[in-house]
Structures are given as C-alpha cells and as structure tokens.
C-alpha cells in the first residue's frame, strides 16, 4: 500500500513537474521582489567565552560550572538598552538606543561557555563597528558585575574567541540570502507538489501510457504523433504484436467526440509500405444491420485480395458497427486521445469492444488527426 502511493505521488509529480518549477520560480520571485524593495539589512555576528580567572578558578571543576550558570544571565543582558546606550554614547550613532537594542541578540551555546551575539544594521561598515562596540561594552559590564572587593580580576570575563565578521546582508526575517533564495524555492516547490497532488487525486483525466494500460489491461502503442515516421512505428509495433501477416484492422475513437476517420488512411498507407498490400475502408456512419451484413462480405472480398483491410468505425461508444461486423474484424484498434478523455469514458469505450477479438491501444493526440504522405489504396465506397 505505501509502495502504490509513493508510486502514484511520483507518477503526478512527474506529470506535473511544470506546476512545481513554476512554484519554486514564483517563490525565488516573491524573495527578489523583496529584496529590490526593502531597504538592505547587514548582520555581524562575534562569539565570546566565559572565563573564570578569580577565586572560583580554585573548584574542583576549575570553575567550569560557575561559567556555565552564569552564561545564560549575560546573554540576557546582552541587547539590554543600557548596553545599547553605551554603544550610541560611544560611536555616536544616531539611533534611538533602544531601537538599537532590537537589534542586538546573544545566545548562549548550550552546554558550552560560548555566547553569540549577532547585530543587525542598515549600513554593512556601520554594522561591524557597532557589533565591535557591542562586544567591548559587554565585556565591561560583566567584568564589571562580577568584580569582587578586594580582588585583582573578577570572577569571570569575557573573552572574544571570534571578532565580529564582516557584515553579510540578510533579509528582514534575518536568514543571509542565499539561504533566503533556497528556502524561497523549496517552499515554493513543496507547495507545487503538494498542489500537483491534490489536483491528481481529482483529476481523472487520462495523461500517459501507463493510465491506458492500468484501465484497460491492453496492449498499448503508439502514439500517433502527426508526423511522417509515427504511422510506420506504430505499424511495426501492430504487425509484432498481432503476429500475423494478414487480417482486417477496426479502428475506433476512445473519446466520443473525436473520430479515427483521420487515422485509417495513413496506417494503411504504413501496412502497405511494410507489407506491399494494404487498404483501406470505413463504414457508414448511418449504417443498419443490412447494410453491414454485406459489409462483412466486401471485408472477406477485401481480405481476399489484400494482406491487411484497414476499417474505420464509427467512435466505440453508442455504435454497433463493431458488434455487427463480427467475426469479419481480427483486431479492434482503441484509439485514445492522451489529455482528451476522463478514465471512465476509456473504461467504458473498453468495454464496449467486442470481447471476442483481439484488442491493442493506440495513443494519439487529442482532438485531432493526422495526414499521410503516401495514402493508401481506399475503396470508393462504404463498407
């Protein structure tokens, strides 16, 4: 069960990959548009370490438990606005200080001494020299919280392990850009897919070779592209799977407001290429039980004088010129129009074959017929 449906999610994205890059580009699209018109946001970011060079350096741990206790505190005041404060008062920046807070943040590694601190700016330079500050600021105010009467160093200190990096421009959300572009896109074609499926699931249209197939449990070729090379591949591929070479052909329309009337001359004129002896012929499509009495008589005639008769019948659905042919037709050819027919019109038209003949599918374009360019010997009249 889960195989089938990870077959059938693969099998709409596949038929649907259009839907999904087209998805992925609106979404690459939406994080440009953005970036063109919000103004730029650059991000420094540093990392410092929690040292203990005081009297607690003397535990057990040489101090290790105290820094990770007070880790967490210090990234608390990290973005404070007193903070802040000293930094404008220092660079004399024009900025409300806490505004400026906002755009501070600390995190605490965890179970680590290490506390990162990321500033965020409207100018990339103005950016790395206030992250700079920032961490100098900070320092001193934990140095200076943890000074102890009396003593040299304090308690603990920071110490900066990574100097503010050179500014990188992000997005308001506050991901760099190239993760931006990549998220954007993933999204955008997570939700392609996601559309691609829900339309499969109500979408009965029949798509590919693999639909016919599953539907009708024939033999299926084709398709009949509409150029010169198709008829003659797709009367090879008729020729190999009858394995016999000679017989009358009944072609019929899958989908009721398309004929095969197109079709019949030029697989004639291809079985007359490959074999030296072919013709071609239909019905009436007002023909009654008399007249096609005497029809299955002109197809033995026909057979008589020719390998293969090719017979074009009226669509399968709401005709009896294929019941009423009988045993004068060997093979029915099913012509489905991929993307021009629901599955239960197919299924139908299926069915409505004689059972008693052999049957193959043959796929051709919706709506439309094809031309030969070495027609085929065709009766004058009606069979």
């Known amino acids: 069960m889960v195989t089938q449906a990870l077959a059938d999610y693969s099998r709409a994205l596949r038929l649907r990959w259009r839907w999904v890059a087209v998805a992925a580009a609106l979404g690459l699209a939406v994080v440009i548009l953005a970036m063109l018109v919000a103004p730029p946001l650059y991000r420094s970011t540093a990392t410092v370490f929690v040292r203990t060079p005081g009297d607690v350096s003397k535990a057990i741990d040489g101090g290790d438990t105290y820094a990770r206790h007070r880790a967490p505190t210090y990234a608390d005041i990290a973005d404070s606005p007193d903070l802040a404060a000293q930094v404008v008062a220092s660079l004399g920046l024009d900025i409300d200080p806490t505004q400026l807070a906002s755009r501070i943040s600390a995190t605490n590694r965890p179970n680590t001494v290490l506390i990162d601190i990321t500033v965020n700016g409207d100018d990339a330079a103005q950016t790395q020299r206030t992250a700079g500050m920032v961490v100098t600021v900070f320092a001193r105010q934990v140095a200076q919280l943890e000074s102890v009467t009396g003593s040299v160093v304090p308690r603990a200190e920071l ?35 996601g559309v691609a499926t829900l339309r499969s699931v109500f979408d009965r249209t029949v798509r590919d070779r693999a639909d016919v197939a599953r539907l009708t449990g024939l033999t299926v070729l084709g398709p009949l ?19 016999s070479d000679s017989g009358v052909l009944a072609l019929t329309s899958a989908a009721p407001q398309q004929t095969a009337a197109g079709y019949g001359p030029e697989l004639a004129a291809a079985l007359d290429q490959l074999t030296g002896s072919a013709i071609h012929t239909e019905t009436s499509p007002h ?14 005639d026909m057979r008589s004088q020719h390998r293969w008769v090719v017979v074009t019948c009226p669509p399968a659905l709401g005709s009896v010129e294929l019941d009423l042919l009988g045993s004068a037709v060997d093979v029915v050819v099913l012509l489905v129009p991929l993307g021009g027919i629901d ?37 004058s009249a009606d069979v």
């Open 159 to 193: 110490v900066t392990v990574d100097p503010p990096s050179r500014s990188t421009r992000t997005l308001a959300w506050g991901l760099p850009v190239p993760a931006a572009l990549l998220a954007a896109a993933l999204i955008g074609a997570l939700l392609g897919a």
């Open 225 to 243: 592209a509409g150029d010169n090379d198709s008829p003659r591949l797709v009367a090879r591929a008729l020729l190999r799977t009858i394995r």
């Open 287 to 300: 023909a009654g039980p008399g007249d096609l009495a005497a029809a299955r008589s002109r197809l033995d």
């Open 343 to 379: 599955e239960d019109t197919l299924q139908q038209a299926n069915r409505a074959l004689p059972p008693e003949v052999e049957r193959i599918a043959v796929l051709v374009r919706p709506g439309g017929t094809t031309e030969s360019t070495t027609p085929a010997p065709t009766e």
